[in-house]
């Protein structure tokens, strides 16, 4: 079956440290994956896209990967701080032009001060 | 708007009634979704929508969940005969032609 799997435990680091969340998939073969942010009782915000064609992508303090032999994806925040706590989400498109993504269950960052 | 809105932000409704929830996307976004949330989850797709056209149905739940988009802007998802497992934060989401989607507030559902 098809799975999108993000570590449930909650990750907690030091401030300017850097963080990195793990999101593994299996049976997909997705065109692209995306890394959200979602704060307590918001809607999730979109962070970064990074295509099948494309092994790394970086946005200010952020950095993806993208292994489609390992399925994985790599989320990094680097010189953390604690504005940065959040829950962070991976999600795909599991049908290629279908753009309704599915959602992994998400891990939670604590950065602390 | 800004961005995506909806109504009611929360909705307590009894068991057996019919409640509709609204969206209105940012405008000139051709795409709509609607999403379920459930507590420590992420969203799970419900359906989805190009300008008018319902382009995929498969994660309604059941025929009791249905969703227009008439004139290919609002939307409304609509749950008849609402059951306790309905209870759950509804969440739409818009898109233009790029693949990031922009999610509203979402609609807290409680159904006693």
């Known amino acids: 079956s098809q799975k999108i799997e993000q570590n449930s435990e909650a990750l907690n680091i030091q401030e300017g440290k850097t963080a990195t969340l793990t999101c593994n998939y299996t049976?997909?073969?997705?065109?692209?994956l995306q890394w959200y942010r979602q704060d307590p009782g918001r809607g999730p915000v979109f962070l970064l896209l990074i295509r099948e064609n494309e092994k790394e992508k970086r946005k200010e303090r952020l950095k993806v990967t993208f292994d489609t032999t390992l399925k994985q994806s790599l989320f990094h925040i680097t010189a953390s701080q604690p504005a940065d706590s959040a829950t962070y989400l991976c999600?795909?498109?599991?049908?290629?032009?279908?753009?309704?993504?599915?959602f992994g269950s998400g891990t939670r960052l604590q950065v602390q001060p | 708007g800004a961005g995506v809105s909806q109504s009611p932000r929360y909705k307590v409704t009894k068991r057996g009634q019919d409640v509709a929830l609204r969206c209105d996307p940012i405008?000139?976004?051709?795409?709509l979704y609607w999403y379920r949330q459930a507590l420590g989850q992420g969203p799970e797709f419900l359906t989805y929508?190009?300008?008018?056209?319902?382009?995929?149905k498969s994660g309604l739940p059941n025929d009791r969940f249905s969703a227009e988009r008439p004139e290919g802007s609002i939307s409304t998802l609509t749950i008849q005969r609402t059951e306790q497992r309905d209870s759950a934060m509804y969440r739409c989401?818009?898109?233009?032609?790029?693949?990031?989607?922009?999610f509203g507030p979402g609609t807290r559902l409680l159904v006693l």
């Open positions: 929508f190009n300008y008018e056209a319902q382009q995929d």
């Open positions: 999600a795909l498109d599991p049908d290629t032009g279908r753009r309704a993504l599915t």
């Open positions: 049976n997909y073969s997705p065109a692209y």
């Open positions: 405008s000139g976004h051709v795409s």
């Open positions: 989401a818009s898109s233009s032609s790029e693949e990031t989607q922009y």
